[in-house]
């Protein structure tokens, strides 16, 4: 993880960036939804950072914190600099859409079809945005810290099973 | 006296005129069904399939042999790991973790220790021996895991003796990790801090021993099948990938190395002592499934000289961090002491109380980069826990590779992308 | 002596058949899937079993073997597999995650296979050793033996009530009105 990128950051997108830190070394910014597809483009061609893995993407739920209720997370990494970030965007619980980012890392296409299932965060511009792991006739996303951990939805049981 | 070729004879009013083939000159473009009325079949590979990997569906729409369009559809083993670690502590989780890459369980383990200890920030109090003993039984698991690997693409390809010969090493292997660990596939051996207990006495020369074993069979294995036409004519120019298509789309591990990028996280971002062995990374230059076999086989033996280089360097010590707050106390301490019953207690009802942040960890699995992503909130229990799966971005391109390739092409691409079903669905 | 002991024999003589040629299917999931590698393998060889050939077909096969956690999204796909396979067939539970759920419960976890199939022997362990995996394969070709898996129990049921169907269909009722 590198400071360099967190100073180009706030050098290029002084408002975007709502803040910066560096925990246990790892550098994370916190970017505003609307300029989140603008910053992840920077970082992917800018020559300094030129972060073009992206390792995951995933959500948390912040359920009963202040603010935005989800947060995307985006790890990134530079191949060929070895140097990396992590990018977070806070999302809100009534509209939680956001821009895919498909088209800087394709790899991030089942990442994000995984974030919708487990989540429920949809990615405008995604091409193919279902559910990833759970099945379409399963109702709500299971991630979220108001789904029961053990409500189970089954397809099919025997004859007298519960 | 060879009669002259007769012009084709239409079947059908209307139906366009059948080419006449000389039989033994057909080739794999003669499998396209042009002359012929056809049309796209859908058809459902899985997700129970005899493929020995796991639960994959496949919907592929074939022309005659040639694969159109393949949808992956996965879920079928998706067993929770994410919510099931938001409801238990960090020391029970170790054992959901041995079932992510269960192949490999501990480079899992240690994977996830190393990222609790980087929330906990105890990454240098760890002892010596403790991260030795890690690498040592790390690159067991990892040998394990590309033995069961090329074993069991080989006996999809039809070389079965390879299957038994890796299945006997790997059996060899299973009892060595028995002996230490306590089980022979899911081991759970690693812990917060270290591990749980320490080598047993006369295993270090039981598991030289027994390398120079493997390494014979590895060799053997290698001889008999890698130069192998058939083998070559089915693995190699099967799904390639080049450099920037490879991290664009996020692999990582064997298959990243078989596209030509040097990245292993053992070198680049080395942890426990990898900086301290000498090995070598294997490159190669296509992307296909030939390189990724063969990548596999010489990190089998790459891994072998990391162990024993580890057993050299190795001296007595302790192998678990002497913190009442972090790893169990000594039985005796338990029973005799009052901090020692009290720190049992607090360590196992609320479990290891990590301070609140994010991290995110990484090592080098078995697949490639496994990365753990722990959001804390000060408890016993991780608010969030994500892992990174390695093979889940490699068998995201499992359907571009075999797009345009045909039905048999499955075979190499789904053994060689090593699909863990409990690691990609977590 | 009569036919009633010709036919017993023979019904135990084909069940001694049955026990010693089993057709597994194996339908593996997860983790167990590595101990059934191995006992398949050449130290834990089950061929001396007789068990050896998996037939990659339900249709071929007449011993289930759910190895592995099934889970909810799996439930219909295993109920499937086990209607197209025919009688008599067995199921074996491989694995604490297909007898209970194991350690997951969750949403997605089925309690175990046999909320969706019934099962004739079950085999704990995570994964078990090979060594208890034919311990239980021993157990159920006892079970064959003595004619009591599931769907030999079911059979001799359904036969019992034919019988009983087609003796009642032949008792020649006095006309009413007579």
Known sequence: MSQKILDRLLEKFPDAVLSTSNFRGDEVAIVKRERALDVLRFLKDDAECLLDMARTVTAIDWLGRDGDRFEMVYQLYSITRKHGVRIKVPVPEDDPTIDTCTTLWPGMNWAEREAWDMYGIKFRGHPDLRRMFMYEEFVGHPLRKDYPKEKRQPLIRREGMV | MQEPSKPPVPVLPGVPAQRTVVLGQRGAQDLDSDGLPTEPMKINMGPSHPAMHGTVRMVITVDGERIRDADIQLGYMHRCFEKESEYATYTQIFPYTDRLNYVSPLCNNVGFALAVEKALDITRKIPERAQYIRMIVSELSRITDHLTCLGASSMELGAFTIFLWMLKAREWLFTDLEEVTGARLTHSYVRVGGVVADLPTGWIEKVRDRLTRVEAVIDECDQTISGLRIFRDRMENVGPFTREQAIAWGWTGPALRSAGVDYDVRKDAPYLFYDRMEFDVPVGDRGDCYDRFMVRMIEMRQSIKIVRQCFDQMKPGDVIVDDGRIALPPKNEVYNSIEGMINHFKIIMDGIRVPPGETYSYSEGGNGELGFFIVADGSGRPYKLHCRAPCFYVLQTAGAQIKNALISDIVPVFGMANYIAGECER | ?178
């Open chain 3, 1 to 178: 002596m009569g036919l009633e002991f010709t036919t017993t024999k023979m019904a135990d003589a084909i069940a001694w058949a049955r026990k010693f040629s089993l057709f597994t299917y194996p339908f593996v999931t997860a983790c167990c899937g590595m101990e059934y590698m191995s006992t398949a393998g050449p130290k834990y060889d089950v061929a001396r079993f007789g068990a050896e050939f998996p037939r990659f077909s339900p249709r071929q096969a007449d011993l289930l073997f759910i190895v592995g956690t099934i889970t909810e999204k799996m439930g219909p796909v295993l109920s499937r597999i086990y209607q197209q396979m025919a009688e008599p067939k067995w199921v074996v539970a491989f694995g604490v995650c297909a007898c209970t759920g194991g350690f997951y419960q969750n949403y997605n976890t089925m309690p175990g296979a046999d909320q969706v199939v019934p099962v004739d022997v079950y085999i704990p362990g995570c994964p078990p050793r090979p060594e208890q995996v034919l311990d239980g394969l021993i157990m159920l070709q006892e079970r064959i033996q003595k004619h009591e898996g599931h769907s030999q129990v079911r059979y001799r049921e359904e036969q019992a009530l034919a019988n009983k169907q087609e003796a009642l269909a032949q008792i020649r009722l006095p006309a009413a009105g007579k």
